[in-house]
Nanobody, 125 residues
Framework: QVQLVESGGGLVQAGGSLRLSCAASGRTFSSYAIGWFRQAPGKEREFVGAISWSGGSTYYADSVAGRFTISRDNAQNTVYLQMHSLKPEDTAVYYC??????????????????WGQGTQVTVSS
């Protein structure tokens, strides 16, 4: 089974950019779709976006569409979340997760089998 580790979080000013990485171990990484979720204090974990196993399909939450981009490098067993034009409301712990389910369920966090430990993103105003 794949294991996931996020990195790249930190403190950034509003309007800035960050790139998060989700590094996977396991030979079956390319079999999984990868989703990104975030959870702010006192709030539910919410869908940010997801990418298919091939990288050919991506989906985004309305709140980040046009600002965030997900990509993957299966040769490096890594998925990236590039974030631009960051806002204070983007502050959260960001998680990557893996699923073998189809795209119709990618927005549902309960459809993901494996989760990383999370990385903190803080956007100051």
């Amino acid at each position: 089974q794949v294991q996931l580790v996020e990195s790249g979080g930190g403190l950034v000013q509003a309007g800035g950019s960050l790139r998060l990485s989700c590094a996977a171990s396991g030979r079956t990484f390319s079999s999984y779709a990868i989703g990104w979720f975030r959870q702010a204090p006192g709030k539910e974990r919410e869908f940010v976006g997801a990418i298919s196993w091939s990288g050919g399909s991506t989906y985004y939450a309305d709140s980040v569409a046009g600002r965030f981009t997900i990509s993957r490098d299966n040769a490096q067993n890594t998925v990236y979340l590039q974030m631009h034009s960051l806002k204070p409301e983007d502050t959260a712990v960001y998680y990557c997760a893996a699923t073998t389910r189809g795209s119709t369920v990618w927005r549902d966090r309960y459809e993901y089998h494996v989760w990383g430990q999370g990385t903190q993103v803080t956007v100051s105003s």
